[in-house]
C-alpha cells in the first residue's frame, strides 16, 4: 500500500513593525533543495502563507496551523521571533501531540540552551538546514524514524559547508510570493572573510569563498523575476558585496537592466574597500542604501572584538558614498569588550572629525554561537538570557553608565531614546470612524459598537485577532472591559494592543491607569526585553511595550500629559473649522503623544504630520 505523503509546514513569523519584509527565504531554500533530492512525492511541504504568518495573532496562528494538520512542523528562529515561534509550537503539539516540531535558525547554537531545551522542540538543525532537512524527511517517511518516537531533543549540526551550486531558486522555483510594496531578499553568497567577535556571520559561513557563492546568472534572474512581479525594493543578503568577485559583473549589468531604475538595492559593504570606481558603479546600479558598520573607533576595542578596520581607508570610502548621495547607515555599538566612555567619546569624534554623517546607537547584543558569548566572562559581560541578548554591563561599563551613554547619544543624534526597535507604530487611523476593521481578514480594530454584542462573541473575537490590534474605549468602560481584555492577552501573549481611552468627564488618573495595567496578564517577550533600557536598573532585564495606553482628551481639558509619562500618551482632540489655520504653537506648547484631528482637508493634514514629524509628534485623522 501506498503511504500518503509526509505533511511538512514551514513558517517564519516577521519583526513586528515590518512583516511586508518577512520573506522566508529560509523555508524556501528547504523546499526547494528538498524537492530537488526527488522528495517532493513522498513530503508534502507547504510555507505558510504570509497573509497569515504576517498578520494573524497567537491563537488565530496557532488555529491555522491545526487546521492544516502537519506531521512536522519546521520553524526559522530569530532573535525577533524564537519565543513566539516556540510557544505557538508548545500550543500546536498540545492538540497534535504526534507531531514533530524542527528548528533551525541563527537562534539554534550549541551554547543556547533555552532553545535547544525547550519542551517543545523535537529537533534541532545547527547551521546550514537543507541537507539535513532533506535527510530527516527521507528517514521520516522510510519509516526509519517513527513519528512521536526517538526524536526527542535530536540534534544536528552539519560538519562540512554546502555546494550552493545545488539549491535551487525558490523564487525561480514558484516557492515564494511578493506583494510589490515587500522587499526581495536576493542571496548572493554565504561567506565572510572576517571573524568579529559579536557576530555570525563568520563563524557560520565559513573563511573561504569557493562554492560559498550563488552565479553570477542566478542572482541576475531572481532580480529579473522581482521586476517582473513589481518588486521595487531589493534586499542583497550578504555581508561583504564589494569583496566578491561577482559584485564587478554583477554591478555592471545591473547598470543595463536597471538603467529605469525601477529598483532599489540594499547592499552591505566593506567601507575600507569602497573605490570611486565602485562606489559609481553601486550609483549606476541604483544601490541606494548601504550598511558600512563602523561600531566602534577604539582601537581597544576592535581588538577585543577582533575587528579589523583600517579607519582612514574606511572613512575615505564612506565619504564617497555621501558625495554619489547613497544613503548610509552607520552604526555606534554601546558595550563592546573593552570599551568605555572615553573609547564612545573617540568613536564620536572620529565620526564628526571624518565629516561622516548621520550615525544610530545600538546596544550590544551577546549572540549565541558568537565569540564574544564563549568569552563574555573574560571581559564580564552581563547580558539577558533571552532575546535580544542586550548586554547589561561590562567590566568596564555598568548598567546605569550603558544606560546614559545610550541616552545621550540617541539623544545627540536626533534619535528618540524611548522608541523600542521593532515595534509596530500606532496606525494613523486608529481613532476614524467607520475606519479599518481588519488585517488581512484577521480583527485590527474593535470600537464601541463592536462591545455591544453578546458575551460569548466578544470571546471568541480574541482568536481572531491580528499582530497589532487597537481598542477604542470610552474610559469609564475600562473596569466593565478588563476581564475580557485579560481572556485576549492569555490567548495572545504576544499581539500589540494599542487601547485608546475616550475622556468622558474627569479622566483616569496615572496611578489608576498604571495599577489597572499592572494587574493584566503579562508574559515578557522580545519587545519588553528591546525596550529594558527604559528600566533604571538591569533587574529584571524587562519592561511590557506590547501594551501602550492612549488617553484621548478634549482639547479644552485641563491635564498635564507630563503626569502620565510612563503610563499613557496623552492626545489632544482637535476639530479644525473651515479657513482655520493650524495652531502649531499651541499644540507644541500643550505637549502630549499627538493630535486626533477631525475636520482636516488632505493639505492640512499633510501640512499638520510634517510638524508632527519635525516635533516627536503623531496625528491620528479623527
Excluded at 532553545?115 to 522542540?121: E, K, N, T
Excluded at 522581482?226 to 554591478?251: D, S, T
Excluded at 541578548?389 to 561590562?394: A, E, K, R, W
Excluded at 567590566?395 to 540617541?410: D, H, N, Q, T, V
Aim: with cysteine; hydrophobic share 45%; net charge negative.
Amino acid at each position: 500500500m501506498t503511504r500518503a505523503p509526509l505533511r511538512v509546514l514551514l513558517a517564519q513569523l516577521p519583526v513586528p513593525s515590518s512583516p511586508a519584509l518577512n520573506t522566508p527565504l529560509a523555508a524556501g531554500y528547504l523546499k526547494a533543495y528538498a524537492e530537488a533530492q526527488g522528495l517532493g512525492g513522498r513530503a508534502d511541504i507547504q510555507i505558510l502563507p504570509r497573509t497569515v504568518a504576517d498578520h494573524a495573532g497567537d491563537a488565530a496562528l496557532v488555529a491555522a496551523i491545526v487546521d492544516r494538520a502537519p506531521d512536522l512542523l519546521g520553524f526559522s528562529l530569530y532573535t525577533w521571533n524564537s519565543e513566539r515561534s516556540l510557544e505557538l509550537a508548545r500550543r500546536v503539539k498540545q492538540r497534535l501531540p504526534g507531531l514533530i516540531v524542527v528548528v533551525g535558525g541563527p537562534e539554534v547554537q550549541a551554547d543556547n540552551a533555552w532553545v535547544l531545551d525547550h519542551p517543545a522542540v523535537d529537533v534541532a538543525v545547527i547551521g546550514e538546514g537543507e541537507q539535513i532537512f532533506a535527510e530527516l524527511l527521507l528517514q521520516i517517511a522510510d519509516c526509519r524514524l517513527q513519528i512521536g518516537s526517538n526524536l526527542q531533543s535530536t540534534i544536528y549540526n552539519l560538519q562540512s559547508a554546502i555546494d550552493l551550486s545545488a539549491i535551487p531558486s525558490p523564487y525561480l522555483a514558484g516557492h515564494l510570493k511578493l506583494s510589490p510594496d515587500g522587499m526581495q531578499m536576493v542571496e548572493v553568497s554565504r561567506w565572510c572573510p572576517y571573524a568579529c567577535s559579536f557576530c555570525l556571520y563568520g563563524r557560520n559561513m565559513g573563511p573561504r569563498l569557493g562554492s560559498r557563492s550563488f552565479s553570477l546568472e542566478r542572482v541576475l534572474a531572481e532580480i529579473a523575476w522581482g521586476k517582473a512581479r513589481g518588486v521595487r525594493q531589493i534586499h542583497f543578503v550578504e555581508a561583504n558585496l564589494n569583496l566578491l568577485p561577482i559584485f564587478w559583473p554583477l554591478m555592471r549589468a545591473l547598470a543595463k537592466t536597471n538603467a529605469d531604475r525601477q529598483i532599489t538595492f540594499y547592499a552591505e559593504l566593506r567601507g575600507e574597500h569602497l573605490s570611486a570606481e565602485a562606489v559609481a558603479a553601486l550609483d549606476a546600479a541604483n544601490v541606494r542604501v548601504v550598511e558600512v558598520g563602523l561600531q566602534t573607533a577604539n582601537p581597544a576595542a576592535l581588538r577585543a572584538s577582533y575587528r579589523k578596520t583600517d579607519l582612514a581607508k574606511w572613512a575615505a570610502g564612506t565619504r564617497r558614498l555621501y558625495a554619489a548621495n547613497i544613503e548610509v547607515l552607520l552604526d555606534v555599538i554601546l558595550g563592546l569588550p573593552e570599551d568605555d566612555a572615553p573609547g564612545v567619546a573617540e568613536t564620536l569624534a572620529f565620526i564628526e572629525r571624518e565629516s561622516l554623517g548621520p550615525y544610530d546607537i545600538f546596544v550590544l547584543q551577546v549572540l549565541p554561537g558568537t565569540a564574544l558569548r564563549r568569552e563574555a566572562a573574560l571581559h564580564g559581560l552581563t547580558f539577558q538570557d533571552r532575546p535580544p541578548y542586550y548586554v547589561l554591563g561590562t567590566s568596564r561599563l555598568g548598567y546605569a553608565e550603558l544606560r546614559r551613554l545610550r541616552r545621550e547619544l540617541k539623544l545627540g543624534a536626533g534619535l528618540d531614546p524611548d522608541e523600542v526597535e521593532g515595534m509596530p507604530a500606532p496606525h494613523e487611523d486608529a481613532l476614524t470612524a467607520g475606519g479599518r476593521q481588519q488585517a488581512a481578514g484577521y480583527i485590527s480594530r474593535i470600537t464601541p459598537r463592536d462591545i455591544q454584542v453578546s458575551e460569548y462573541r466578544l470571546s471568541a473575537i480574541g482568536y481572531r485577532l491580528s499582530a497589532h490590534v487597537d481598542l477604542i474605549l470610552p474610559a469609564d468602560q475600562l473596569d466593565a472591559m478588563t476581564p475580557l481584555l485579560a481572556e485576549w492577552m492569555q490567548a495572545n501573549p504576544s499581539i500589540v494592543f494599542d487601547i485608546y481611552l475616550e475622556g468622558r468627564g474627569e479622566p483616569p488618573t496615572p496611578g489608576v491607569l498604571r495599577d489597572w495595567r499592572d494587574g493584566l496578564p503579562y508574559t515578557p517577550g522580545y519587545l519588553d526585553r528591546v525596550a529594558a533600557y527604559a528600566n533604571e536598573l538591569a533587574e529584571p532585564g524587562h519592561l511590557r511595550a506590547g501594551l501602550r495606553l492612549w488617553l484621548v482628551l478634549p482639547w479644552v481639558s485641563q491635564v498635564e500629559p507630563r503626569e502620565y509619562a510612563g503610563v499613557a500618551g496623552l492626545i489632544w482632540r482637535y476639530e479644525l473649522v473651515a479657513g482655520q489655520e493650524l495652531p502649531l504653537g499651541a499644540w507644541r506648547t500643550a505637549g502630549g503623544a499627538g493630535i486626533a484631528l477631525a475636520g482636516a482637508g488632505a493639505e492640512s493634514l499633510e501640512k499638520a504630520r510634517a510638524w508632527a514629524a519635525q516635533e516627536g509628534r503623531m496625528i491620528w485623522a479623527g
